[in-house]
């Protein structure tokens, strides 16, 4: 150990100066970095690119961490990693320090809504100050590494962890992902609240075959190239710390092994010099996928795809050390490993601030972290329907029914992915909603169901009684917790247990109700939401979602969401995604439904195009949809020139006028479509939104610009992305469907 300390602070003292520390990080430690490898051993070497799990086995790992066989842990925080820490920094030979890992998904101890919740938000900046508090929570616990952001694009709501996405685009993807890399790592890496970033899944795993977890991703080029990698390379260039590889294989080769991924892709075209970390067990699982015969031959795929770290396959521990001896695999790329590590932990300035002061641990739920999650679980809900202006509630509500499994159960509220948070903080809608009613409104609540499976009829008449007794009914549904995230895929959206039945048996009450969902996906509810007259869709809202709601429920806060995902009316219609290729044969309104179709009709009857019998073309909801309080008009969109030149710009405008009675928060969307191009292009991509505040009766203007490397996309021809010339559609809309409409010509 003291061989290394003394190596590393004298140039460090003798350049004294915080500026230079700065500077030094920007600079990325080359000196630092090959002083310190040109001292370790190949054992030593090997252990660094070694990740444990901390989470059983951290009294095991102490002998191992001594002597030199693990570099990083997981799960791993507070007293019991500063403990691990001094065994590293003083017992072991170089007294290199650990880097501490965690899952930090959507907070640490004060809990955001999921991801895709995050994504309804369209704000940039609530999810990047989000973010920035969940850093500040866990590194108060040593935890400096945390595997977020998952920006893998998803069209499939079967799909567990959908929950952990932004949803379904690649532009929302990309600027929200980059959001929470700039709240996660803060200004400078080596500050002791900045947490090292983890850009996941590289790639394609939000397009598992089917939505079953860990399956295949068979896929085309351009899909992969113009939706599934554009929010990683924004993740790159914004400077995410590090990468982890996905498990799933992409067109027969797997993530984990995947070179052209790795090597060529991020850190060559891209120029990208972080840190890859594999995903749990997934070198080993190189070999269940059938793609390796051996762990040796695992371990000389991952390495020299340029996957640093093995997480948990204790694969590169202990087999690299024969395979470098042996010549099998070159010590140059086992070095070039271990730089990516030591530089990252160079970057988190853990060789000077290797432990974690516990006593900061007092910020945990900080009454500015509670209203950031309460802002952000209120700007997170969609209003889907509102009838008869049944919300919000007015004062003429003198009582209220509380029905439902998910109106009070803080452990679903939360989501999945929450590893350290406790229940007991959550403020479900039950108590946010008692609160705020007080003495002047009668709250009668009856669970009608236990939880969200729960198929036992027997407390639905209480519930029944309690919406006839009061004025209007709230009814919590939605799917348990469990039910989503990793390896919880479902091949069935309708609502679990006996919800739907408690749904029909409530609205035979004649009350006017609104229906408040809380899922970690988009469920296929389109005959429950027909039998209500409002709708709020509230993902998993986390800590504050009770309270959220609450000010939602009485209009103190005026709905702002719109869904970062297609709401499908039957899953059968999965995939269905709003930025869809256009078929020869498009539906019209008029196409014929299976209930309609006379007996024995004949083959030619109705028509041929394209869309489902039950359901026709069209989905519950379609992306970007959602309403407010107060009504929006869109008028007289311009655009600045007719001809965009290639090196130019244009600008692209409209008018939206607040029509209604209350200030409200637009989310406005711009599309663009390429009429024609050599290859087919989608019927319209979102390219920017913004999300404006407009008192009542105001109009602004709200302009955007365009530029032609927003109009580029993948040829595989020659394997680049390129503007073609010719003409483009484009929109300024509220959601994916509508818009008013203008053109532009992209010059030669
Ligand atoms: C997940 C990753 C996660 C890792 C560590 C894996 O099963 O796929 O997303 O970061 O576990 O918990």
Known sequence: MMRFRSLLLVPVLAMGLVACQQQKQKEAYTEEVEALLSKMTLREKIGQLNLLDGSWQAERLENDIRDGQVGSVLNCSGEMANRLQRVAVEESELGIPLLFGRDVIHGYKTIFPIPLGQAASFNDELVEAASRIAAVEATADGIRHTYTPMIDVTRDPRWGRIAESLGEDAYLTSRLGVAMIKGLQGEELNAPTSLAACAKHFAAYGMSQGGRDYNIADISQETLHDYILPPFKAAADAGCATFMTSFNEINGMPASANKYLFNDLLRGEWGWNGMVV??????EQLKVQAFCETL??????????GVDLDMMSHVYWPLLEELVKTGKVKESVLDNAVRNVLRLKFQLGLFENPYCDTTRTAVFYAQDHLETAK?????????LKNEEQVLPLTDNVQSIAVIGPMANAPVEQLGTWCFDAEPSHCVTPLRALTAECGERVKVNYAAGLAYSRDESET???????????????????????????????????????????L???VAKSGKPMVLVVMAGRPLTIGAEIDKCDGVLYAFHGGTMAGPALSDLIFGRVNPSGKLPVTFPKMVGQVPIYYNQKLTGRPAGDDAVLLKDIPVEAKQTSLGFSSYWLEVGYKPLYPFGYGLSYTTFEYNKIQVSNPVLSKNGSIEVWCEVKNTGTREGQEVVQLYVQDVAGSSTRPCRELKGFQKVTIAPGETQTVSFTITPDMLAFYHAADGKSYAEPGSFNVWIASSSDTGLESHFMLEE
């Open 278 to 283: 594999s995903d749990y067990y997934s070198i």
């Open 296 to 305: 040796d031959e695992a371990a000389i795929h991952s390495i020299n795809a």
């Open 375 to 383: 802002r952000l679980a209120t700007e997170s809900v969609v209003l």
């Open 459 to 501: 407390e639905i008449a209480a519930a029944v009684a309690a919406a006839r007794r009061s004025d209007v009914v709230l009814l919590f549904v939605g799917e348990e917790a469990i039910l989503s995230g990793e390896a919880k895929c479902r091949a069935d959206l309708s609502l679990p247990g006996a919800q739907s039945k």
């Open 503 to 505: 749904i029909d048996e």
